[in-house]
């Protein structure tokens, strides 16, 4: 399995970036994906979950401003990020769900 994160990037407040996680070597229709965010000096949080049937469930602090999406197509995950905050700022993980198997982690970093 492997899970290939991208799309992070230097953003102001206030702006947007979406990510994007590839999966190869998993079938992916099936599988609840996740995306998870550490901060320096943080534990790694949970920011959104995706299951097989497109069911979402959002941390209390991104609730209205993050989406996450998915293209079974494509074997993709996305978070769209709206309104972007510092306190947003991050290394970004997508997950497979209920496994080890991790993303290599993108950085988000929010600042004026």
Known sequence: VQLQASGGGLVQPGGSLRLSCAASGVIFRISTMGWYRQAPGKQRDLVAVITERGITNYAESVKGRFTISRDNAKNTVYLQMN??????????????????????????????
């Not at 991790?102 to 950085?107: D, I, N, R, S, V």
Request: with cysteine.
């Open 83 to 112: 309104s972007l905050k510092p306190e947003d700022t991050a290394v970004y993980y997508c997950q497979l769900q209920n496994s080890n198997y991790w993303g290599q982690g993108t950085q988000v970093t929010v600042s004026s």
